[in-house]
């Protein structure tokens, strides 16, 4: 009966031997109860091997996981719009420059108004208008032409003053275009210069036309001028009915 614990005691023992890892391995000296575990260098390095590549993929999750919320915040940036725009500014230079354009002196930019003024200032004069009709009409003709040089300085003067404040917005889109954080904000600031450049062309054209108004309206009072010309000196030419005669009383 005294010997079966002993042996139950050495069945525990070889199962508990079994069951270690293959790194220890049982080795008795003295009594059954006493034992020691026995480094093992080949199943260590494998271990530490196995642990290395475990914190590799660790690693490299955890830096494709920093990829893609940085590729997030890339998105986010390129979807973030221009905190700055000039479309007011450029309304209103367009719309200063069009009110330029309608204060035109008496024949304005207008089809209908031209054609109704040249054919009543600037058309055939009439050889029996009175010599205080035609110089009435050259006065009028010529008034007209003094405002169309006035207009056309005036359209002048307000397109120079537009160029400050084209000068400030085209700095300040350039300057949002090169600290853009996303494609969206460069596209914006390069959409917003092109519609400064467009505002500058509306201007040079506006200066333009002004400037051609002013030059026909010159044309066509020399041509005019020169018509009644010619009727005045066909009258005054024009031989007339002579001396007549006629009785005379001196003295009541």
């Avoid at 999750?61 to 700055?84: F, G, T, W």
Wanted: proline share 3%; hydrophobic share 40%; aromatic share 6%.
């Amino acid at each position: 009966m005294t010997r079966f614990p002993a042996r139950l005691a050495s069945a525990s023992m070889l199962a508990f031997a079994l069951a270690v890892p293959a790194t220890v391995s049982p080795f008795f000296t003295g009594p059954a109860h006493a034992w020691r575990i026995v480094y093992d260098p080949s199943n260590y390095a494998q271990n530490v091997l196995t642990a290395a590549r475990t914190l590799e993929q660790i690693n490299n999750q955890i830096q494709s996981l920093q990829n893609e919320a940085q590729m997030l915040i890339n998105q986010a940036r390129n979807l973030e719009s221009l905190p700055h725009s000039s479309l007011q500014q450029i309304q209103q230079n367009v719309q200063r420059t069009r009110q330029l354009l309608d204060q035109a002196q008496s024949i304005a930019f207008d089809v209908n108004q031209i054609d109704q003024a040249f054919q009543q200032d600037y058309g055939s004069l009439s050889l029996s208008a009175s010599d205080a009709q035609l110089v009435a009409d050259a006065r009028s003709r010529w008034e007209t032409t003094v405002g169309g040089l006035q207009d056309a300085l005036r359209v002048q003067a307000g397109v120079v003053g537009n160029i400050d404040a084209n000068r400030a917005e085209m700095s300040a889109l350039v300057g949002e275009s090169q600290n853009a954080v996303g494609a969206l904000q460069a596209t914006q600031a390069g959409n917003q210069l092109l519609a400064l450049q467009s505002q500058q062309l509306s201007d040079l054209i506006a200066v333009m036309s002004a400037n051609g108004r002013a030059e026909a309206l010159l044309e066509a009072d020399r041509a005019t001028a020169a018509e009644q010309g010619r009727i005045q000196r066909e009258r005054f030419l024009t031989p007339g009915s002579g001396y007549q005669p006629g009785s005379a009383r001196m003295f009541n």
